[in-house]
């Protein structure tokens, strides 16, 4: 892009929503540019990569399930093409998702899971706990039953993010390594931001794609302000040692005492263990108790995880919105865009949400598959916390 022509499209935020948005605007022949003190990091930099639409199905969200599954479709060519753009390796694995149940209520509860996947039409398979055990021998004797959902794959988000960011430099996407501070509206359109060095960066239309700090941008209208809140998520990586071979063959999950637990597997060795969720404002503290929950409940899936090197414990911020659901498309706002709100789903809904955002950027119409996740649904929005 010519450094003197005003962008089509400006996207605050460099996370893999924000990245994938200004990809694959770029592609569709606007003139793109970004603005991210850190492009490549943000809650990707903790995410385990679980490309989870079946087994992370819940009660009352269908609509959402039928925009995870679109996006999963979409993962392997997605995969393919970033791979053979860029040259690197995503660490995409087809592997499966296993999820046990460690209790006669945790069986329970996966006995309605899988009921509620049946009636949607999803292809999942209960196993006794012998059988669980036969594809996982790492898993404890007292595991009662499973799920197999083979459809259910993984990604490693880090390499991801990694790789959207060289694609969106290939793609002649401007990339300003700078914090949008506050959004300008001239007339009653959105016409470009100021960052926090006092440079002004005008677009014809700008996309805010922040994740958890979307709702935290000056000068967006209250009416228009995403109601998205920071949900804390902690995670621990171990080493998986290559001599034995695998220690686990997919992901495994479960329930135990009421905390969601699971264990990620990467071919590189590398074991993910999450996560938490916590509701605490925009704290990103590791807490001794939070590892200690994820080691133990961990334990109880898979005793030998105790055996294994501890390399890393990370916490971050999931983008959470009043019904756990994104919010994409055009806002009350002309000019102004959002891609924000994924909460637990942002990489499995990175393919998709990148072409939602360039068709409705280059078309101004949101495509069905995204009509139910459009911001206007929220009316006016409600601000939960100020900027500090």
Not at 125 to 137: F, M, V
């Amino acid at each position: 892009m010519s450094p003197t022509r005003t962008p089509d499209v400006l996207v605050v935020g460099g996370g893999i929503i924000g990245l994938v948005t200004a990809w694959r605007a770029a592609q569709r022949g606007l003139a793109t540019a970004l603005a991210d003190p850190e492009p490549g990091g943000g809650a990707a930099r903790v995410a385990a990569g679980m490309l989870a639409a079946v087994t992370e199905l819940h009660h009352g969200e269908e609509d959402l399930l039928g925009l995870n599954l679109a996006s999963a479709r979409r993962y392997p060519d997605f995969a393919a093409e970033l791979t053979e753009l860029t040259g690197r390796d995503l660490g995409y694995r087809g592997c499966g998702t296993l999820a046990v149940a460690l209790d006669a209520d945790d069986r329970a509860l996966l006995r309605e899971l899988h009921a509620l996947q049946q009636r949607s039409g999803l292809d999942s398979q209960w196993l006794s706990g012998r059988e669980c055990r036969r594809l996982e021998p790492m898993l404890a004797p007292g595991v009662r039953g499973g799920l197999r959902v083979d459809g259910d794959h993984q990604i490693d988000p880090r390499r991801l993010a990694a790789a959207l960011l060289t694609a969106c430099e290939r793609a002649g996407v401007t990339v300003h390594r700078t914090r949008a501070e506050r959004l300008v509206v001239t007339g009653d359109r959105a016409t470009g931001v100021v960052t926090s060095d006092g440079t002004g960066l005008d677009a014809g239309q700008v996309v805010l794609a922040a994740g958890s700090l979307s709702g935290r941008l000056a000068g967006v209208p209250a009416d228009v302000l995403p109601p998205v809140r920071p949900v804390k998520g902690q995670v621990v990586r171990l080493t998986m040692p290559a001599r034995h071979g695998p220690f686990l063959n997919r992901t495994v999950r479960a329930v135990v005492r009421g905390s969601h637990v699971y264990l990620v597997p990467r071919e590189n060795g590398e074991l993910v263990i999450g996560a938490t969720s916590e509701e605490m404002g925009w704290d990103t503290t590791v807490t001794a108790g939070g590892v200690y929950e994820l080691l133990r409940d961990a334990h109880e899936l898979a005793p030998g995880i105790t055996e294994l090197p501890l390399t890393e414990t990370t916490a971050g911020l999931r983008p959470g919105s009043p019904d756990n659901a994104p919010l994409l498309g055009p806002t009350a706002l002309d000019g102004l865009l959002l891609a924000t709100g994924h909460y637990r789903n942002g990489v499995l809904l990175t393919p998709v949400t990148g072409d939602v955002m360039a068709h409705v950027l280059t078309t101004g119409a949101l495509p069905e598959v995204a009509r139910p996740f459009t911001p206007r649904r929220f009316g006016a929005a409600v601000r939960t916390e100020q900027p500090a």
